[in-house]
């Protein structure tokens, strides 16, 4: 079982950054895929970007492509999402999500098992 809670987000105007946390409970982080999507008012929940367990692949949808980065430290259990340039577009509430195939970074919603309770980012223009 993972716990994820996620942190750091708020409002920024267009053009600035954010960064966002997602810390896990447990001791078996490193053996999960990690990844954060979103979900804007009125919209589907949304593949943002992706890492798989030990760091080596990473996958990122054509919209944030060149402006957001994911990382992972397996020795503190956190993920994070460095979100430059941001856009009035890439307003949502963002979650954290862990998937046990440890080695794909997967856009599939069904793919993750455990979901974080969401974190807020507003990008007003």
């Known amino acids: 079982q993972v716990q994820l809670v996620e942190s750091g987000g708020g409002l920024v105007q267009a053009g600035g950054s954010l960064r966002l946390s997602c810390a896990a409970s447990g001791r078996t982080f490193s053996y999960y895929a990690m990844g954060w999507f979103r979900q804007a008012p009125g919209k589907e929940r949304e593949f943002v970007i992706g890492?798989?367990?030990?760091?080596?692949?990473?996958d990122y949808s054509d919209s944030v492509k060149g402006r957001f980065t994911i990382s992972r430290d397996n020795a503190k259990n956190t993920v994070s999402l460095q979100m430059n340039s941001l856009k009035p577009e890439d307003t949502a509430v963002y979650y954290c999500?862990?998937?046990?195939?440890?080695?794909?970074?997967?856009?599939?919603?069904?793919?993750?098992?455990?979901w974080g309770q969401g974190t807020q980012v507003t990008v007003s223009s």
């Open positions: 890492i798989n367990a030990v760091g080596t692949s990473r």
């Open positions: 999500a862990g998937s046990t195939q440890a080695m794909v970074v997967s856009r599939l919603l069904r793919s993750y098992n455990y």
